[in-house]
């Protein structure tokens, strides 16, 4: 596997991970604000709004669909195993291939993979902080998500 298929699976690896936390970390707050599991599940849905677009397999969701925390389990670790069997036993040369997508205003616009992917995995750090800060403002303690605490657990 080239190094750089190698770097975004273990990415996808690491997002999932971090969204599984969010997703604990919103459960153990005393009272679970509902914007918090919007955000949660607008991540996981946009993952497979972006996939579909990559893809061109058929989509039902939208990237503001709304998911019960357990729903939000099982739609993270599934959204993680169809990005990295994308990746699988493609070579770096895969991540330059441009996809053509209509945003949700019905746009079109044209971008690389490697594009794509660093968006969605940015993006999905973007409304973790934002998961985190609501938790904190409902008297909740926001686990950690940042990369290198992943590492340190995969040390252990």
């Not at 770096?92 to 079109?108: C, S, V």
Request: charged share 25%; glycine share 2%.
């Amino acid at each position: 596997m080239d190094l750089m298929i190698e770097h975004f699976s273990h990415l996808f690896k690491y997002n999932s991970w971090a969204t599984e936390r969010s997703a604990q970390s919103i459960r153990s707050t005393h009272k679970i604000n509902p914007d918090a599991i919007r955000l949660l599940s607008h991540i996981i849905s946009s993952q497979y709004v972006w996939l579909s677009r990559i893809t061109g397999e058929k989509n039902e969701m939208v990237v503001w669909d709304n998911f019960t925390i357990e729903e939000c389990f099982t739609l993270s670790v599934e959204a993680t195993s169809k990005w990295i069997n994308l990746l699988e036993e493609k070579n770096n040369e895969f991540l330059e291939k441009r996809f053509k997508y209509k945003n949700t205003k019905g746009d079109e616009f044209e971008n690389s993979l490697k594009d794509i992917i660093t968006h969605v995995l940015n993006h999905s750090t973007y409304h973790r902080a934002q998961i985190a800060q609501i938790i904190r403002l409902s008297g909740g303690i926001p686990v950690s998500t940042d990369y290198i605490v992943y590492q340190r657990e995969l040390q252990r």
